[in-house]
């Protein structure tokens, strides 16, 4: 069984007279560990669809069922304790907290589990660790690089040890260099710690990363690529849906 | 509430958003400093005025006479008032003020008979420093009131002037009687002859009734007794006489209530700006917060907590500002030699701050309510 599983997913929404659908009755489904990108003109659905598996929006109709959960039905309390425990989330302008410190940021999802503060510190300083950011724990979001702050969102996502990753755009406001040990750094989250990873690009490049790529076009699927994991051999399978 | 684990992160909000929160706390601060004023000049009119059970204290003044200057009452109706049924003792007084208008700093001496001065002041008066012999033993001795000794910084052996009399420090007292504050009991022919030049004739007779009961029988009959009289009657009880003479000023300091109450609105719009300000430019934050798992409940908590904080650091600066400027000073409005004591104490400060949360709760309610309903996708959207 598949990790994440949509069926006829479709949301909707109303702006002034019109109504806009950026997705329309997508099927879906995805494994656990896999590294997938979605992509797609502006408005052609990814982040819709990326919210919607992140737990961060209501499809409309339709299902998306998660490790078993059917989480379009969940309460908004309900689905938001689902997301502390499930997903983490990793945005294209890094959305930290510029009042506390990279230390502060990480920590700040850990608030939600009952742990000792001993544990939750150990927890925050390995997240911080494994991005490689370790002696900048007390460094403020302003006095650190785009690379930097990429990071520690990166560590902010992990450190609840979620099975689901889901970036928006992750390398979209870097410079090349940051931009590659950004992906360095997801590829490793996947490959070495299993994460499920789903990611919106508009960057081919950073699509090859992904071992499959889906290309979204009004709402709809548009071709699903599956690649051997950084071999450039590629099968393509239009309007597919698994 | 929230939780333990998240007041770190309230109170990092709070601290790292210095200017925010400094000005909210400074207007805050201002405002429960004025509102704490208020409360403790409105307690000091009841205090003052309002009659409790207890009260065995009449106060016979010349009929239509509202100031010691002009209320003047042969000493010897003392014989007569002495014999009425229920009377257990009387003490002819003459008052003299130095300020007979609306003051903050008024010295009222009281000239009582030196045999007299036990049934004058209060029951749970005491002289805290000198002794009742040393000012039986000189004629120009003086017992203070311990409001009077500190706001003059006198003490025992000082002399002072006021109202054109010079009078030697032989002793302070304290009393719960806020009459006996402002006081400078004297000898009462001294006080005679230094304003007077003549004996026999005194302001008033503070008279004590064995019930509390009997107060207004008594009253009435003291007054009949000298109806025909040159010099005719009024009694009342001392709450009661409080209440008319100072009656403009007890109206003025009545109306301040709603100043109060204008100070608690500005503590709430204060507080309730500056966290719809603040909720406004975190809408990210508060999707970032949702993101990752916080409940719109939660976020709600937060905001109402935040909001609270500000409230009890501006009530807590404001109120014990006032509580330290009331106690340091030791003011109180006098009028025609009456007090009014401005009195606080930790029930006004803990007041005060029980205030300043529950407005804190309400400043923080509708913008948290606001917060915890908004849409994560809408958040990310609107900003």
Known sequence: MALIECRQLTKTYRKGESTIKPLDRLDLDVEQGSFLALMGPSGSGKTTLLNLIAGIDHPTSGSLTIDGQNIAKLSRSKLAAWRSDNVGYVFQLYNLVPVLTAYENVELPMLLHPISRKERHERVATALSLVGLADRHDHYPRQL???????????????????????????????????????????????????????????????????????????RLADDSVQAAFSGETATTQGAAS | MISLRYWPFVLKQV??????????????????????????MQR???????????DTTLVVYREDRFCPFTSRLPEYYLPQIERIDGVTSAVPVRVVVNNCRASLDVVTFRGVPDERFADTIGRDANITSGTLEGWQRRSDAALLGETLAARRGLKVGDQFDAAGITAYVAGIITSD???????AYVHLDYLQQQTDKKLGTVTQFNVKVDDPAKLEQVAA????????????????????????????????IGFTRYLGWGCLIAVLALVGNAIVLSVQDRIKEHAILQTLGYSGALIGRLIVTEAVVLGVLGGLVGAAGALATIRLTRVSFSVDGLSIPIDADLHLLATGLLIAVT?????????????ARRPIATCFRAV
């Open chain 1, 145 to 219: 690089s785009g690379g930097q702050e990429q990071r520690v969102a990166i560590a902010r996502a992990i450190v609840t040890d979620p099975a689901i990753l889901v970036a928006d755009e992750p390398t979209g406001d870097l410079d090349k260099p940051s931009a590659l040990a950004v992906m360095d750094l997801l590829t490793r989250l996947n490959q070495e710690l299993g994460k499920t990873l789903i990611m919106v690009t508009h960057d081919a490049q950073t699509a090859e990363y992904a071992n499959r790529t889906l290309h979204l076009d009004k709402g």
């Open chain 2, 15 to 40: 601290w790292r958003h210095r200017v925010r929160t400094l000005l909210t706390v400074a207007g805050v601060a201002t405002a429960m400093y004025l509102f704490v004023a208020i409360q403790a």
């Open chain 2, 44 to 54: 000091g009119v009841a205090e003052a005025t309002e009659a409790s059970a207890a």
């Open chain 2, 177 to 183: 009687q806020p009459q006996d504050q402002n006081v």
């Open chain 2, 221 to 252: 009959e003291i007054d009949a007794l000298f109806d025909a009289a040159e010099q005719p009657t009024t009694t009342r009880s001392e709450k009661a006489f409080v209440a008319q003479v100072a009656g403009d000023m007890i109206e003025l």
């Open chain 2, 359 to 371: 407005l804190g709760v309400l400043a923080g309610l509708v913008p948290a309510i606001q917060a």
